[in-house]
């Protein structure tokens, strides 16, 4: 895999990993996350991808990622198998993201969770002016095309979070360029969301 610049939320990711844990990717794509982690943090690094080829990318970078889809497939990991299990923009894409959730909470000692923000000034804008579903850098697809299939704003996710008894140790709000982690007004003025979680009590 040649040596290319992180998406601001997997960089965002990354500093919270600490080196040499056990860790886990649920739809790591073509596994940018993992080798970067692997190589700048001596992980034990693994990876669920559904899309084959995708897989098969990650499988010629020396990854250890198999084919799998989130939605069925955690169930056959034992409990706390893995030191971090991570979503990075891809839970709002399962069927079942509160089940999704909860088996992540179930095989990592963390969770960490990126999502893009629905609630995020732009789309409301976009929205409000245009009448159609955003189109933008995060969520670059057209109603029709794209795979998140559950759109969530921060609130919403922190209200799951609350739902099924979750600790939130941790969350940034990044700026569009990632640039910042956005402290006020996040609802409305984070483009993307990243969250560590613990199973709690």
């Not at 990622?65 to 891809?90: E, H, N, R, W």
């Not at 789309?123 to 670059?140: A, D, H, I, Q």
Request: glycine share 6%.
């Amino acid at each position: 895999m040649t040596k290319s610049l992180l998406r601001t939320d997997l960089q965002a990711i990354a500093n919270l990993i600490n080196s040499g844990s056990r860790v886990l990717d649920i739809g790591c794509f073509e596994g940018e996350l993992l080798y970067h982690l692997a190589k700048h943090k001596n992980v034990d690094a693994r990876g669920i991808e559904l899309i084959q080829s995708n897989v098969s990318k990650c499988v010629k970078s020396g990854l250890a990622v198999i084919q799998g889809d989130a939605d069925t497939d955690l169930k056959f990991y034992p409990d706390k198998c893995f030191d971090y299990v991570i979503s990075s923009q891809m839970l709002q894409a399962t069927r079942h993201p509160k089940e999704v959730l909860k088996e992540m909470l179930r095989l990592g000692n963390k969770v960490i969770v990126s999502l893009p923000n629905f609630g995020y000034w732009y789309n409301r804008l976009y929205l409000l002016k245009k009448g159609r579903m955003p189109v933008s850098e995060t969520l670059p697809y057209q109603w029709y095309e794209t795979p998140n299939i559950h759109f969530c704003t921060i609130k919403d996710f922190e209200i799951l979070c609350r739902e099924i008894g979750c600790v939130i140790e941790n969350k940034l709000f990044l700026s569009p360029e990632g640039s910042k982690n956005v402290t006020m007004l996040p609802n409305l003025l984070g483009e993307t969301g990243v969250f560590v979680l613990n199973k709690g009590k």
